[in-house]
């Protein structure tokens, strides 16, 4: 429970190389030095979803990531590159020690501005080739190896964005 990983996902593959009754094993002839996991990220806090955020209506908390969600009404919150900035600045707590991200005080930010920028990313653009989408989505991976200014960078540029310090918040 006191270590930095607890909470995190992680994975365990057995293969089995050898024939199951007259059926040869996919991997008899050796494992393939590539493989995909294909999964959905951490919960995000969106402050629209935040009732004691101004202009915000909810249940989530900046401040308990138990009330965080991924997705919402059946819509994915956690591909919003807005709200997974926010999510790395708010830092993701097992136990209450900081697992994933920076763990600052929810003090230091513009709660309400995230919000503006999440909605902006939702919104709907049409496609050349005809329907919609929203304007901008992310997914990534990153370690605590990663420098943090270097996540931000990404996450800011997957909504081509800049963080700006208003008067002393975030």
Known sequence: AAQ?????????????????????????????????????????????????????????????????????SGVDRGNNPALQLLAYLLGWRVNGVVSVGLGLDPALLDLPSFAIAAAICDESVALAAGGSHRRYEGGGAYSDADDPNAVMDQLLAAMNAELVDDGGGI
Not at 38 to 67: E, F, H, L, W
């Open 4 to 72: 930095r990983m607890t909470g995190c996902t992680t994975m365990k593959v057995r293969v089995k190389r050898s024939a199951n009754g007259s059926t040869n094993s996919p991997f008899s002839s050796g494992i393939g030095g590539s493989w995909s996991v294909i999964g959905k990220g951490m919960p995000v806090y969106d402050p629209a979803r935040d009732s004691t955020v101004a202009g915000g209506s909810g249940p989530q908390r900046a401040n308990d990531c138990s009330t965080w969600a991924y997705a919402v």
